[in-house]
Structure formats: C-alpha cells, structure tokens
C-alpha cells in the first residue's frame, strides 16, 4: 500500500509542472493569437506629441514649437497603405530682437509603409506625402519690426516614421519623428513670401 502511494506521489510531482507548462504555453499562444489578430486589422490608428526646431526663410535663428496629432492608415496591401490625418503645428523663429511666431492644423495624406523589427519587437510605420496647413492663427511679428500679418493656406511636404513596442493587445508606444517643409509661402511680408521648414522628435502611440 504504501509502495503504491509513493508512486502516485511521484506520478504526481511529474504531472504537476507539465501541466503548469502546458496551461502556461496554452495562454502565451492565446495572446500571441490575439495579437496577430490585431496586426491582421486593416485599419490603424497612430498619435503623436512632438517637440519641434523650426527655420523661416530669412531669418537666421530657429525657434522650438509643440507638433502633435493623429493619423488614420488603412492598409492596401501586404505592407503598403494610405494615411490621412491632423496635426497641429506651431512654428517659430527668432533673429536678434525679432521673435516671429505662427501656427497651423494641417491635414497630412500621402502612402504609408509598415515592417516588422528593424528593432528587436518593434513595428514601424512610414508615411510619406503632402499636407495641406489651414491658419491657426496669424504671423506674429514681436520686437523690432513688430506687426501682425495674415496667415495664408500651406501646401508642404511631410516624411515621418513611427516606431512602437507592443505593451497590450491593442495598444503599441515608442518614438516619433518627422521632417516636413512648406512648399509655398505662408504670409506677404515686406514683398517676400517665407517658407518654414521643421524637424521634430516624440512620443508615439499605435491603437488597433
């Protein structure tokens, strides 16, 4: 009898941690499913908050802005898709005793590309494209020269890239960075027409 009880006990002890690792296996592929499910969705939501250094035509000194938005991608293919969005983007500059601020909601659109690991775990979505900048506000001239100058409509170009890490089903956050450069002029000042351009680096999130 008691030979028969120390053989149950050691049937036991081996069935105990297979049957954890098995229960543990079953829930890692539960939740690896569930993801793969979520990176099968054609539809992605991407948000950002950046910090930006922007650059005016002729003005020397560059000035710092807040750069933040979302941007809808829907996927066309294996890894190609379209994205259009808004932003808002404030744009300085500065020059001696000048100090010129500006600020925009701009609708970007264009292509979007998404791979897979160029860091270890990582997503990482491309979007490429134009944007159409409506006036926030004016061009504000402070200082030397002061004035206050209606801002005219922006059409630009716009490069980004979104590099995220997933923390739950649904959600992936990393970072965000761009470049973009109006490609005609925001306002009439003194018989010119300045461009801005901006680079920017921030926070990211991807949803669905």
Known sequence: MSFLIVRLFLVGAVLA???????????KTKAKNASNRAEDLPF???????????????IDGAGF????????????????GV????????????????DINASYVDVPFGLSFAYKNLFQGS?????????????????EISGQGSGVFELENMLGFNFDTHTVWPVSEKLKIGIHAFLKFGLKGMVE????????????????????
């Not at 000042?189 to 991807?206: C, H, I, Q, R, W």
Request: hydrophobic share 40%; charged share 15%; glycine share 14%.
């Open 17 to 27: 941690p297979l049957t954890s690792f098995a229960q543990e296996v079953e829930v």
């Open 44 to 58: 992605k939501i991407l948000g950002h908050m950046d910090l930006n250094i922007t650059r005016i035509d002729r």
């Open 65 to 80: 802005g807040l750069h933040g938005g979302v941007v809808g991608v829907y996927k066309i293919g294996s890894f190609v």
């Open 83 to 98: 994205h259009l969005g808004a932003q808002f983007s404030q744009i300085a500059a500065s020059e001696n005793n000048v």
């Open 123 to 139: 997503t990482n979505y491309m979007n490429i494209g134009g944007f159409f900048g409506i006036p926030a506000g004016d061009f």
């Open 189 to 208: 000042v003194d018989s010119t027409n300045p461009k801005y351009y901006a680079v920017g680096l921030g926070v990211s999130g991807a949803f669905l």
